[in-house]
């Protein structure tokens, strides 16, 4: 079936629908990892977006159900050159295309990726509409301006807190769209962790005692957060606190930082990122569209992306507080910044590195 994917600059694509056939708007993206399909539709930071593979051959190894991010997957639509009709992998529990049959998500194949990536690389992220019929330009006018991705956490966030047992560290994670490699990373260092909706009190975290919180990844803008600043400010002066990219966002806005939106983001999993402190660099995964502006005095960067040296890694001067703008938890992607997870296991030992 023909479908059209119609940009907010007014071009538009033709390719073929598939997966479920509906209408959809979203925040057009795009995505370079050659793999990992399946982690990039399960992770809630997609919330709201129309993702485009730049790998032109999509589907090839299947979905199983091990290597999901999360219950769903979230995006609004996925855009790719090719999808692959027969999957072959022994982990293969379905095809790419049931699979978002079941989820109610639609994809659209057959359009030149490689031009599509070139505009949004030199316009910017834009909204975008894919679309089974004909759309007079008052249409498209009215459904682009009635998309917004505000409040994208409150739609991903868990209703309650919920816990996963463990003999270890007991730690709290603020659930702004948490992926699920940053529990079972945790879990892999024995921890305890109870999971807390975004706008949980704080009274309510902290009475559960934790050695030490984590601020989830998530969707949307860091400054739609901006209400919960207090809560954060509190976490940086009472237990170790570890920010993973919007955690990391909001870890600086709350401190006094700033954030700004970039022109198409981080996707993708070889962003070569540079540890200040050890001298080193390391390839990271990716998955972003906010970045820190300005940092405040109180906190110290600590890792800059060598593609165009904006921050990656801020450590408070006075307290063991630290955050992450790439995914040290991987999935997909490589896993070389996983010594964080050890540095956060340290702080909340009472260890000096970041304190
Ligand atoms: N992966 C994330 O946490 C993304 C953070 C934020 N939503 C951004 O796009 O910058």
Not at 66 to 82: C, M, Y
Not at 220 to 233: F, Q, T, V, W
Request: proline share 5%; hydrophobic share 35%.
């Amino acid at each position: 079936m023909k479908a059209q994917l119609i940009l907010e600059n007014g071009k538009k694509f033709e390719g073929r629908a598939f997966g479920y056939k509906q209408e959809s708007v979203g925040e057009l993206v795009f995505t370079t990892g050659m793999t990992g399909y399946q982690e990039v539709l399960t992770d809630p930071s997609y919330h709201g977006q129309i993702v485009t593979f730049t790998y032109p051959l999509i589907g090839n190894y299947g979905i199983n159900l091990e290597d999901i991010e999360s219950a769903t997957p979230h995006p609004k639509a996925l855009i790719v050159r090719e999808k692959a009709n027969y999957p072959s992998n022994w982990r293969c529990e379905m095809g790419l295309e049931g699979y978002l049959k079941h989820h109610k998500i639609m994809g659209i194949e057959a359009l030149d990726t490689r031009e599509l990536t070139k505009i949004i690389r030199d316009q910017g992220t834009m909204k975008a509409i894919i679309t089974l019929r004909e759309l007079t330009e008052s249409q498209i006018a009215q459904k682009l301006n009635q998309f917004n991705n505000i409040h994208a956490v409150d739609r991903v966030t868990t209703s309650h807190s919920y816990e996963v047992l463990g003999e270890g560290k007991h730690v709290a994670i603020i659930d702004f769209g948490v992926k699920e490699n940053i529990l079972r990373s945790l879990q892999l260092r024995n921890c305890k962790i109870t999971v807390f909706p975004a706008r949980a009190k704080v009274k309510e975290v902290l009475s559960i005692n934790p050695d030490g919180i984590l601020l989830s990844n998530g969707p949307g803008d860091p400054e739609d957060l901006m209400d919960i600043a207090d809560n954060i400010r509190t976490f940086v002066e009472t237990k170790p606190v570890f920010g993973i990219c919007l955690g990391h966002q909001i870890l600086n806005l709350a401190l006094g930082g700033s954030s700004k939106k970039m022109t198409f983001g981080h996707r993708g999993c070889n962003h070569p990122v540079k540890d200040l402190q050890q001298g080193k660099v390391y390839i990271t995964s990716q998955n972003h569209g906010y970045v820190v502006n300005e940092v405040p005095e109180t906190l110290e960067i600590t890792h800059i992306n060598l593609n165009d040296q904006s921050v990656e890694g801020l450590r408070h001067r006075k307290h063991p507080a630290f955050s992450v703008q790439f995914h040290p938890e991987a999935s997909p992607g490589p896993q070389e910044t996983k010594y964080l997870f050890d540095e956060f296991m340290n702080a909340m030992k009472g260890g000096q590195d970041h304190a």
